[in-house]
C-alpha cells in the first residue's frame, strides 16, 4: 500500500463518517432509530440493502467459492435467477408481513402466535445470529491484515500488542460508531454511498483485470483443470464434494423456505415508504445483485490463472511466499481466505489497491454496522421487551438499544478471538442459520398463509431446527471430514421442520383469524355492482397492483424478459448437454460472451442506480425533516398475543 492508496481509503471513511454526523440530527424517535421512520423508496433500498448483506465476509466466501468451481458456479446460480424475481415480484412472505404492521419479525410471531412464543423465537434468533456473526470481525480483520501486509505484532509504549486483536477492535468500534449515531437512517445512508462506490469500483477493477489477464492464458489454464473439476464445464464437476449442484439446489429451496427470516438486516424489513416500495427494492437489488456482482465472479478466476498459469510465475512466487508466513489452522481455512486478497494486493496497480481496500472498508463498516444494530434491537424489542408490563419511555429505549448494540460488538469480539471456524464461510453461514431459519421458515409461512398453524407446530419446529443447527456446528468443529456439509445439515433442518409443523397443526384441529392479523379490511374495494372483492384475484394481479405506474410496469416487463431469456437460456442448455453434449471449448466461448456482457450491462445498471437512489436520499431527508415523531411507535405490542387458536 503506497500513500495514494492509504489516501484513498482514508478519504472514503472520512467521507462516511461526514455523511453519517449529518444524519443524527433526523434521528427523533425510537420508530426513526430503528425503522428510519420508514422512509426509504425503492433505489436506495436496493443499493442499500444489497450492500448491507454484502459484507467484506460475504466476499471473501464469494471468493472461496469461485477460486474453487469458476464458472460453473455461475451456471447453476441461474437456477435462483428466476426463483429470486418470482419471490420479490410477487411480493412472496414480505406483502403479507408489511401488512402484520409489524417492526420486527418476533413481533409478528406475537400477534400470530403467542408473547411466551415471540419470546422463544426471540432468543433463538438473537443466539443464532450473534453466532452468526460471530466469524464476522475475525474474517475481516485477517483481510486487511493479508491485504495491507501488515506485522502481525507490534509494540507501543514499550508494549507488544497483537495486530489482529487492535485492529478488530479499532473496527468494530468504527462500526459501533455509525450504529450509534443515527440507527438505521445513518445505516441506510452509509450503505448506499458505500454501495454506489462499490458498484464503481468493480467495474474499473474488472476493466483492468481483464486488460491484465489475456483471455487466452485465461482460456489455456481453465481448460487445463483436472478432470471433473472443470471450471467451465458445469457438467462436469463431479468430483466437487462441496460447491456440488445439490448445494445450489439447496439455495434455491431455501430462498423461498426462508425469505425475510433471516433478522440481519431487519431494519430494511420495516424502513420502506410502502409495501410497494419494498417490492420495487427487491426486484431492482435483484438486478443489481446479478450484474454488479460480476467481479466477485471474475477477480477469483483471474486469481486461480495466476496460479496456474505460467506466464504468471513470478507474481504466484510471490502470493505463495506470503501464504506461508501464514500460520493456519489444520484444514487451511485461513489460507483460504487469505488467497485472493493476497494476489489482488499483488497484481492490482497502485490507486486501484486503493479502492479495493476502501471498497472492503466500507463493505465491513455496512455489514458490521447492520448485524450490531439488527441483533442488538432484536434482544431489546424480542427478548427484553415481552418481559416488561411497561413501554420503555423513549430516553430509556434508545438507551437500551445502543447498550444492546454495544453488548454485540463485545461477543462479536471475542468469539472471533477464540473460536476457529473447520469449514468454508458459506458452510459456516449454513449451519449456523440453521439454528433459527431451520425451524422460522415454517413459523412464518405457515403464519402468514395458513390459518391452521398452530403455536405447539411452531414450537416444535423451531426446536427441531435449534437442536440440528447446533448439534451440526459441533459435529464439523469435532470432524470437518463429517460426511454432511453444513448446507446438508441446514436442509435436513429445514425439510424436517416443515413436516413436524404440518403434522402437528392438522392434528390440532385450531384455526386462527388470519384476516384481522392481515389488516384486510382496509385492502378490499367495491366494484361497479357494490360487491366486496379483494385486490388480488388471479395470477396477474398478484405480480401488478394497483399501485404500479406505467413505468413501474415498463421495468417489470423487461425483468420479466430478462428472466425468461435466462431460464430459456438455462434449460436449452441443460437439455442439449442431456442429448448432444457441449465441449469444454463451447462453453469457454459462452462464457467470454457472457462476461463481457455482463460488463456493459453493468456500466448502464450502476449509472441508473446513482441517478435513481441520490434523487431517493434527498427525497428521505425531505420527509425526515418534516416527520412528527409519534412515541408510541416503538413495536410494543398494546395487547398481550393470545394462541388465536379456535377449535373447528
Request: hydrophobic residues 55%; proline residues 2%.
Amino acid at each position: 500500500m503506497q500513500l495514494i492508496d492509504w489516501g484513498i481509503v482514508f478519504a472514503f471513511i472520512a467521507f462516511l463518517i461526514g455523511s453519517v454526523l449529518y444524519t443524527r440530527k433526523y434521528v427523533k424517535s425510537v420508530a426513526g432509530f430503528l425503522a428510519a421512520e420508514r422512509c426509504a423508496s425503492r433505489y436506495i433500498l436496493a443499493v442499500a440493502g444489497g450492500s448491507s448483506s454484502l459484507g467484506a465476509i460475504a466476499i471473501i466466501a464469494m471468493f472461496q467459492l469461485y477460486y474453487r468451481t469458476g464458472f460453473t458456479a455461475k451456471w447453476w446460480e441461474l437456477m435462483s435467477l428466476p426463483a429470486g424475481l418470482i419471490i420479490t415480484m410477487s411480493g412472496w412472505v414480505a406483502y403479507r408481513y408489511r401488512q402484520t404492521r409489524a417492526m420486527t419479525l418476533a413481533e409478528f410471531f406475537e400477534k400470530r402466535y403467542s408473547r411466551n412464543f415471540r419470546l422463544f423465537a426471540g432468543i433463538l434468533g438473537f443466539l443464532s445470529g450473534i453466532i452468526n456473526f460471530g466469524i464476522f470481525p475475525a474474517v475481516s480483520t485477517r483481510f486487511f491484515i493479508y491485504y495491507c501486509n501488515l506485522p502481525m505484532r507490534f509494540e507501543f509504549a514499550g508494549i507488544e500488542m497483537s495486530t489482529y486483536a487492535v485492529l478488530m477492535a479499532v473496527l468494530l468500534v468504527v462500526a459501533l460508531f455509525f450504529a450509534f449515531v443515527g440507527g438505521q437512517i445513518s445505516i441506510i445512508v452509509s450503505d448506499f454511498l458505500q454501495g454506489t462506490f462499490f458498484n464503481f469500483a468493480g467495474i474499473a477493477i474488472f476493466f483492468f483485470l481483464i486488460v491484465y489477464f489475456k483471455w487466452s492464458d485465461i482460456s489455456e489454464t481453465l481448460l487445463a483443470a483436472p478432470i471433473a473439476e472443470s471450471k467451465v464445464n458445469p457438467f462436469n464437476i463431479g468430483n466437487e464434494g462441496e460447491f456440488n449442484l445439490g448445494f445450489f439446489l439447496i439455495v434455491i429451496f431455501g430462498q423461498f423456505y426462508t425469505c425475510m427470516a433471516w433478522q440481519g438486516s431487519s431494519g430494511y424489513a420495516c424502513s420502506a415508504k410502502s409495501a410497494h416500495e419494498a417490492k420495487m427494492g427487491g426486484v431492482i437489488q435483484q438486478l443489481r445483485s446479478y450484474v454488479l456482482l460480476i467481479v466477485l465472479t471474475f477477480a477469483p478466476i483471474c486469481v486461480y490463472v495466476l496460479m496456474h498459469h505460467h506466464n504468471y510465475f513470478g507474481q504466484a512466487e510471490k502470493v505463495i511466499g506470503s501464504l506461508n508466513g501464514i500460520s493456519s489452522d489444520p484444514t487451511n481455512m485461513v489460507r483460504e481466505e487469505a488467497l485472493v486478497p493476497i494476489a489482488l494486493r499483488i497484481i492490482l496497480p497502485t490507486g486501484l489497491i486503493g479502492v479495493f481496500c476502501a471498497v472492503m472498508l466500507g463493505a465491513l463498516i455496512g455489514t458490521n454496522e447492520t448485524y450490531l444494530h439488527s441483533w442488538g434491537s432484536i434482544f431489546v424489542q424480542d427478548v427484553i421487551m415481552p418481559f416488561r408490563k411497561t413501554p420503555f419511555t423513549p430516553k430509556q429505549h434508545m438507551l437500551a438499544l445502543r447498550l444492546s448494540i454495544t453488548g454485540v460488538a463485545i461477543f462479536g469480539f471475542f468469539f472471533s478471538l477464540i473460536f476457529c471456524n473447520a469449514q468454508y464461510i458459506l458452510m459456516f453461514f449454513a449451519v449456523t442459520g440453521a439454528i433459527f431459519l431451520g425451524g422460522a421458515g415454517s413459523a412464518i409461512i405457515g403464519g402468514l398463509y395458513w390459518s391452521r398453524g398452530t403455536t405447539l407446530a411452531a414450537y416444535l419446529a423451531m426446536v427441531n431446527g435449534a437442536v440440528i443447527g447446533v448439534g451440526g456446528i459441533i459435529v464439523k468443529q469435532i470432524s470437518p471430514d463429517f460426511c454432511l456439509t453444513g448446507q446438508e445439515i441446514f436442509f435436513i433442518a429445514m425439510v424436517s421442520s416443515i413436516a413436524i409443523y404440518i403434522i402437528v397443526s392438522l392434528l390440532s384441529g385450531c384455526k386462527f383469524d388470519l384476516n384481522s392479523l392481515l389488516h384486510k379490511d382496509a385492502e378490499q374495494q367495491v366494484d361497479k355492482d357494490g360487491t366486496l372483492k379483494k385486490y388480488f384475484t388471479n395470477i396477474w394481479t398478484k405480480f401488478i397492483t394497483k399501485e404500479f405506474t406505467k413505468s413501474d410496469k415498463m421495468f417489470y416487463a423487461i425483468m420479466l424478459i430478462w428472466m425468461v431469456f435466462w431460464t430459456l437460456v438455462f434449460i436449452a442448455g441443460v437439455m442439449w448437454n442431456f442429448f448432444f453434449g457441449i465441449s469444454d471449448s463451447i462453453w469457454l466461448k459462452f462464457w467470454h460472451i457472457w462476461i463481457f456482457s455482463m460488463f456493459g450491462f453493468a456500466v448502464i445498471v450502476a449509472v441508473w442506480l446513482a441517478i435513481g437512489g441520490f434523487k431517493n436520499l434527498i427525497e428521505m431527508f425531505r420527509i425526515l425533516g418534516g416527520t412528527r415523531v409519534d412515541v408510541s411507535d416503538d413495536g410494543w405490542v398494546k395487547k398481550p398475543g393470545k394462541q388465536g387458536d379456535v377449535q373447528i
